[in-house]
C-alpha cells in the first residue's frame, strides 16, 4: 500500500510540473522592423558610378549602442544614395562616406527615497551624431566638387519601459534622423552640386 502511494505521488507530481510548463507562455520572438528607405525623387548626377564607403567603426563597447539597435544610423545612412542618387554617366564619379554615425547612451539620475517609488524618471538619454561627406571624383582622384551633412538627435527614456518598446524608440529615433539627413542632403547637394545635376 504505501508503494501505490508512492506511486501515485510521483505521478500527480510529474502531471503538476507538466501542467505548469504547459502554462508558461514562451518568450516573444524578436520584433522585426523594415528598412529604413527613402522615397524622393531620385537626384541624376553626371557621374559614372556612386562609391559608398562606410568610414565609422563601431567602438561595440558602452556607452556607445548603436550595434544593439534594430538598425542602425550607419546602416540607414548607407541606404540613402541607393534611393537618392542616380547616374547619368561619365567619366567623374561619386563619393558618398559615412563618416561618423555613432549613438551614446548616458544614465541619468534617479529620484531617491519614498518619492522615488512614486516617480517615473527618464532613465536614459541617447545622443547621436551623423556625418556624411558626398565628393564629385575625377578621372585622377581629385575631388571637384563637396557637400556634407551633420544630424543631430538627442532623446531620453523612462525607467519603466519593456526592451520592445526601448526597440521602438530606437528605431523610430533613427527614422527622425533619416528625416532630417534626407532634407539636409537634398538641400546641399541641390545648392552646391548644381552643375553636377542632371533634371
Same mark, same amino acid.
Given at each position: #500500500? =504505501?508503494?501505490?502511494?508512492?506511486?501515485?505521488?510521483?505521478?500527480?507530481?510529474? *502531471?503538476?510540473?507538466? *501542467?505548469?510548463?504547459?502554462?508558461?507562455?514562451?518568450?516573444? =520572438? =524578436?520584433?522585426?522592423?523594415?528598412?529604413?528607405?527613402?522615397?524622393?525623387?531620385?537626384?541624376?548626377?553626371?557621374?559614372?558610378? @556612386?562609391?559608398? @564607403?562606410?568610414?565609422?567603426?563601431?567602438?561595440?563597447?558602452?556607452?556607445?549602442?548603436? $550595434? *544593439?539597435? =534594430?538598425?542602425?544610423?550607419?546602416? #540607414?545612412?548607407?541606404?540613402?544614395?541607393?534611393?537618392?542618387?542616380?547616374? +547619368?554617366?561619365?567619366?567623374?564619379?561619386?563619393?558618398?562616406? &559615412? %563618416?561618423?554615425?555613432?549613438?551614446?547612451?548616458?544614465?541619468?539620475?534617479?529620484?531617491?527615497?519614498?518619492?522615488?517609488?512614486?516617480?517615473?524618471?527618464?532613465?536614459?538619454?541617447?545622443?547621436?551624431?551623423?556625418?556624411?561627406?558626398?565628393?564629385?571624383?575625377?578621372?585622377?582622384?581629385? +575631388? @571637384?566638387?563637396?557637400?556634407?551633412? $551633420?544630424?543631430?538627435?538627442?532623446?531620453? &527614456?523612462?525607467?519603466?519601459?519593456?526592451?520592445?518598446?526601448?526597440?521602438?524608440?530606437?528605431?523610430?529615433? @533613427?527614422?527622425? #534622423?533619416? %528625416?532630417?539627413?534626407?532634407?539636409? *542632403?537634398? %538641400?546641399?547637394?541641390?545648392?552646391?552640386?548644381?552643375?553636377?545635376?542632371?533634371?
Amino acid at each position: #500500500m =504505501p508503494r501505490q502511494s508512492s506511486r501515485l505521488l510521483l505521478a500527480a507530481a510529474a *502531471l503538476f510540473v507538466t *501542467l505548469l510548463a504547459g502554462c508558461a507562455s514562451p518568450p516573444p =520572438p =524578436p520584433q522585426r522592423f523594415p528598412e529604413i528607405t527613402f522615397s524622393g525623387a531620385p537626384i541624376r548626377l553626371t557621374v559614372g558610378a @556612386v562609391e559608398i @564607403v562606410e568610414a565609422y567603426t563601431p567602438p561595440l563597447t558602452a556607452p556607445h549602442i548603436e $550595434h *544593439l539597435m =534594430p538598425i542602425s544610423p550607419e546602416r #540607414m545612412a548607407a541606404r540613402w544614395p541607393k534611393d537618392r542618387l542616380a547616374t +547619368a554617366g561619365g567619366p567623374l564619379r561619386a563619393r558618398y562616406t &559615412v %563618416k561618423q554615425a555613432g549613438v551614446t547612451e548616458t544614465q541619468l539620475p534617479r529620484t531617491e527615497g519614498i518619492r522615488g517609488a512614486f516617480t517615473t524618471d527618464q532613465a536614459q538619454r541617447y545622443d547621436a551624431v551623423l556625418e556624411i561627406a558626398l565628393d564629385i571624383v575625377d578621372e585622377r582622384g581629385f +575631388a @571637384v566638387g563637396t557637400v556634407s551633412a $551633420h544630424v543631430e538627435r538627442r532623446q531620453s &527614456v523612462a525607467e519603466n519601459i519593456t526592451l520592445a518598446q526601448r526597440d521602438e524608440i530606437w528605431y523610430g529615433f @533613427v527614422q527622425g #534622423m533619416a %528625416k532630417d539627413l534626407d532634407a539636409e *542632403l537634398d %538641400k546641399n547637394i541641390k545648392a552646391s552640386l548644381a552643375r553636377f545635376i542632371v533634371y
